[in-house]
Nanobody, 127 residues
Framework: QLQLVESGGGLVEPGGSLRLSCRVSGIILDGIVMAWVRQVPGKGREGIACISNTGTFTNYVNSVRGRFAISRDTDTNTVFLQMSGLKPEDTADYYC????????????????????WGKGTAVTVSS
């Protein structure tokens, strides 16, 4: 059974950094395109970053490009989101999500429909 479990959320001051982790089980990372999606309570979900199933391609929405970095560790089957220069508007629940891909993908879109979801981890940026 494919499962995604996030960790690493918390309270951080503006300008600070935080690293989120997503442990993937039930599938190896070579078989799944992964993304980070966030949701402000009362608003819709926003895909913000993705990484191809080869790990060679990443993509970001403009609001986080240059501040956030998605990466993965195939030894631990974990996907990360390193967040720097955090702003109050980054406050949200963060979810890791993905969809299976049988063949190597040459790209990804953070806005692509995701099939598998974690339960989320909360990030609050406040002084």
């Amino acid at each position: 059974q494919l499962q995604l479990v996030e960790s690493g959320g918390g309270l951080v001051e503006p300008g600070g950094s935080l690293r989120l982790s997503c442990r993937v089980s039930g599938i190896i990372l070579d078989g799944i395109v992964m993304a980070w999606v966030r949701q402000v309570p009362g608003k819709g979900r926003e895909g913000i970053a993705c990484i191809s199933n080869t790990g060679t391609f990443t993509n970001y929405v403009n609001s986080v490009r240059g501040r956030f970095a998605i990466s993965r560790d195939t030894d631990t089957n974990t996907v990360f989101l390193q967040m720097s220069g955090l702003k109050p508007e980054d406050t949200a629940d963060y979810y890791c999500a993905g969809y299976q891909a049988a063949l190597p993908t040459s790209g990804c879109s953070p806005a692509a429909p995701m099939k598998h979801w974690g339960k989320g981890t909360a990030v609050t940026v406040s002084s």
